[in-house]
């Protein structure tokens, strides 16, 4: 699997452990810059995921090896470290339900470095199995669009698409205001060789609208088994516009959870929207509002990926292609 993963997706590209400290691959720089930021303890890691150096899966591998130094150099913070890394992104869920399970078999008596070194194995062992599903839900020639940066899963179904002689392409949203598409997706998709084009956050219903986009893949920052799922802002209208055209639907989660309580949608600073790499794109009077999640009812998702199978959702017309 690690093969054919786009280099940035690579655990040591992504947070390693060295000096005393983690150190995290900066994904704000990318791609014009790699460049890490270095965290020696796990205060630094908390503010890290809060600043948005890393995304997506990011903040679980930095949140394990927080864990895991922790552990070695302060086992009196080890608690407080998992409360605060937990409270970090409070719609990750799936990181606060691993490391706490983690403290929570620590404490019973076990070694901290190979529950670590499990988790990271079972997800790698998810990622794989879930990209075999993905594989098969690709046609071939397909367009398929994505949202934000889909990851692993979505990488490794485009990889495998590829390798089997299925002709794809892949439209890229720019993903306002941090351009995760523009700077990581995009970048992503060409190192593995896929045939990829960027498109501006508003151009989506064109393509589907002349038939170029035929299948609807992204990754979840949160998703139920009743295949209700939370993604970056975008992937709402994306999925309507996706059930107006007949497109199919699919989101990647390794671990749905197992209940339907949505957590509260985060917004983050108006600032971020007037701004472009740096450039201000807006008077600094104007007033902007920055909803980071969008929640996506099951009537619009064709299904759930999961390493073990698909939750099904509400769109049952378009799902069988």
């Not at 495998?160 to 890229?172: E, F, L, P, Q």
Request: overall charge negative.
């Amino acid at each position: 699997m690690e093969n054919l993963l786009p280099s940035i997706l690579r655990h040591e590209n992504i947070s390693r452990i060295a000096d005393g400290g983690v150190y995290i691959t900066d994904r704000r720089a990318l791609p014009f810059e790699k460049k890490e930021v270095f965290c020696p303890s796990w205060r630094e890691c908390v503010s890290a995921i809060k600043e948005m150096v890393t995304q997506g899966g990011g903040p679980l591998e930095v949140a394990l090896n927080a864990v895991l130094i922790t552990s070695e150099t302060h086992p009196d913070e080890l608690e407080h470290a998992v409360r605060a890394l937990s409270e970090a992104r409070p719609t990750n869920t799936t990181m606060k339900r691993e490391i706490t399970g983690i403290l929570k078999r620590y404490r019973a008596g076990e070694d901290m470095k190979t529950l670590v070194g499990e988790v990271f194995l079972r997800y790698d062992r998810a990622y794989d199995a879930m990209s075999d599903i993905g594989e098969s839900l690709i046609r071939d020639g397909d367009g398929i669009l994505t949202r934000c940066f889909p990851e692993h899963s979505f990488m490794l179904s485009v990889a495998k698409a590829m390798k089997n002689g299925k002709r794809i392409r892949v439209y890229v949203p720019e993903t306002r205001p941090y351009l995760q598409g523009a700077h990581l997706t995009e970048p992503c998709l060409r190192e593995i060789g896929a045939e990829c084009y960027l498109i501006t956050d508003a151009m989506n219903a064109h393509f589907m609208q002349s038939g170029d986009i035929s299948l609807y893949l992204t990754a979840s920052d949160l998703a139920f088994s009743n295949a209700l799922v939370v993604n970056k802002t975008g992937t709402l209208s994306d999925a309507i516009l996706s059930r107006h055209f007949g497109i199919p639907y699919y989101a990647f989660s390794v671990n749905p959870s197992p209940d339907d309580e949505i957590p509260v949608i985060e917004y983050r600073e108006g600032e971020d929207l007037k701004h472009v790499g740096g450039c201000a794109i807006a008077a600094s009077e104007a007033k902007a509002l920055y909803p980071c999640f969008d929640v996506i009812s099951p009537d619009f998702v064709s299904g759930v990926v999961h390493p073990e199978g698909i939750y099904e959702g509400n769109n049952r017309w378009n799902r069988h292609r």
